[in-house]
T-cell receptor, first 116, second 112 residues
Framework: NAGVTQTPKFRVLKTGQSMTLLCAQD?????MYWYRQDPGMGLRLIHY???????AKGEVPDGYNVSRLKKQNFLLGLESAAPSQTSVYFC???????????????FGEGSWLTVV | GENVEQHPSTLSVQEGDSAVIKCTYS??????FPWYKQELGKGPQLIID?????GEKKDQRIAVTLNKTAKHFSLHITETQPEDSAVYFC???????????FGTGTRLKVLA
């Protein structure tokens, strides 16, 4: 059971280049998320998905696009990278659980992206 | 908008002492409060959580308390050990929802 797997782990981009971060989860979770983590700012939600074929904007969606064609995969795209997008990106997933407990979010190991 | 404030941003304690990290949330609809630990180079991992119908929850050396009236919740780590050194995040959300607001993190250093 691998949990949440992100690729690549490290990437350096030039301003204006495009790239896609891949996320896969093997826990059959309905919800998936992309966060970015910057010093002093905690974890900020970029985009999320509540099920296959659905996506929605989070707190900081500008400059990013996402797709969820399969339940287990959630892709984050940067169409034209900017230095402000230098960050650590975390993919996460959780159950759609309407019971008495909250939905534990399981995070991937992170992807370090530098835009020069 | 909805907000979670976390203090302190850094905390150094001697091994064996206790550490307390505090969070305040703004959304009165929040009823689920998880705490995550992030070790260097890794993703955050859930260490303990609490629901709004519970005032305190313990798991060995870790405890979380919740004051829903004041919209405060805190993480308490007793008998700290060097392996407790990490960044800790609090979060607030609604049970059965996808939406969580995270605090800005506390870097805990346990000095041997």
């Amino acid at each position: 059971n691998a949990g949440v797997t992100q690729t690549p782990k490290f990437r350096v981009l030039k301003t204006g280049q495009s790239m896609t971060l891949l996320c896969a989860q093997d826990m059959n979770h309905e919800y998936m998320y992309w966060y970015r983590q910057d010093p002093g700012m905690g974890l900020r939600l970029i985009h999320y998905s509540v099920g296959e074929g659905t996506t929605a904007k989070g707190e900081v969606p500008d400059g990013y696009n996402v797709s969820r064609l399969k339940k287990q995969n959630f892709l984050l795209g940067l169409e034209s990278a900017a230095p402000s997008q230098t960050s650590v990106y975390f993919c996460a997933s959780s159950y759609n659980y309407r019971g008495g407990s909250g939905n534990t979010i399981y995070f991937g190991e992170g992807s370090w992206l530098t835009v020069v | 908008g909805e907000n979670v404030e976390q203090h302190p941003s850094t905390l150094s304690v001697q091994e064996g002492d206790s550490a307390v990290i505090k969070c305040t949330y703004s959304d009165s609809a929040s009823n689920y409060f998880p705490w995550y630990k992030q070790e260097l180079g890794k993703g955050p991992q859930l260490i303990i959580d609490i629901r709004s119908n519970v005032g305190e929850k313990k798991d060995q050396r870790i405890a979380v308390t919740l004051n829903k009236t004041a919209k405060h919740f805190s993480l308490h780590i007793t008998e700290t050990q060097p392996e407790d050194s990490a960044v800790y995040f609090c979060a607030a959300g609604g049970i059965g929802t996808y939406k969580y607001i995270f605090g800005t993190g506390t870097r805990l250093k346990v000095l041997a």
